[in-house]
């Protein structure tokens, strides 16, 4: 999103670091570029305490902030300036088209006249922003303009964890736009030429498992549901009297009794199948598409030992594991293996990351 209006994409020419702040946890990314080569130059996760933010949605701007402060500090970086998401559901998008020859100036000044029209909020609740999209089909002296509003209480609950965990937030972007931005890194991955392919890229975090539908590289589709790694964590918790934490150490870590993997993890990668299932069930219903040719699985849920294979002979789809770093090379305060761990979760963060190099 390049011009700017009330705050919402935000302008640049500084490295950014990625801020992603999901349910469970706060993702540091920062990249550096020379030629096309990217360069991974610190990351970062830490956990958020409970309830600080739910579906997305911040709480307790403080806890976030000190959770801020601390990913900030794990990841030994210097750079204070930051980008950071909202979710989809957030914001409301709209195409509209204006005339050809205004400049950005007036572009704004009648977009600010006549948003009311196309927002169903009260104008001072929201931070709108817009972008020309290019000609419009309707005639040659009209251009598309994609229309973006956001309520103003969800960037700035944004603003001020950051604020409080000692940096500035530069640009605020939509989450489906940093993960269409870092599908450009794994396009390579996906065999043939992305283009003409529809894509399906499902991101199951903790709480909440994000679809969204590429055609040629550019999002057509994104939907929300309740679902995630969380609803696991909880029954370990419950079936062996952990503690949310110990839980979730033993998710990543193993060394839990044997009937795990049959008993409890089972279950769970079939829902997640399921979930993949009903979340393009529920695309094909409400578009003209009956297929996509590949899914891309992201979010924490896609490192389970196992998952990729299952949805990939369950669906009966070709199914990779996102990875936003293949192409990359890392500095060396990078822990590799971490990283690599971690890659599917932070696409939201390396495609805000990206941001630094618009």
Known sequence: MGYCVFGLFGKKNDTLLGIDISSSSVKLLELSKSGEKYRVESYAVEPLPENSVVEKNINDAELVGEVVKKVLAKSRTNTKLAAVAVAGSAVITKTIQMGAGLSDQDLENQITVEADQYIPYPLDEVSIDFEVLGESETGADQVDV??????????????????????????????????ERAFGLIDAQVDSDSEGQTIAI????????????????????????????RQLTEEIQRRYGLSVEEAG??????????DYEREVLGPFKDAVVQQVARSLQFFFSSSQYNEVDYVVLAGGVASVNGIVELVQEKIGLKTIVANPFVEMTLSSKVNASALSNDAPSLMIACGLAMRSFD
């Open 146 to 179: 994609l229309l973006a509003a956001c309520r103003k209480e969800n960037v700035e609950l944004r603003e001020d964890a950051l604020e409080i965990g000692g940096l500035t937030a530069r640009v605020v972007d939509i989450e489906a736009y940093s993960i």
């Open 202 to 229: 499902v991101d199951v975090g903790s709480t909440m498992t994000t679809l969204s539908v590429l055609v040629d590289s550019k999002t057509i589709y994104t939907r929300e549901q309740l679902f995630g790694g």
């Open 249 to 258: 150490l033993a998710k990543k870590q193993g060394g839990l009794p044997d």
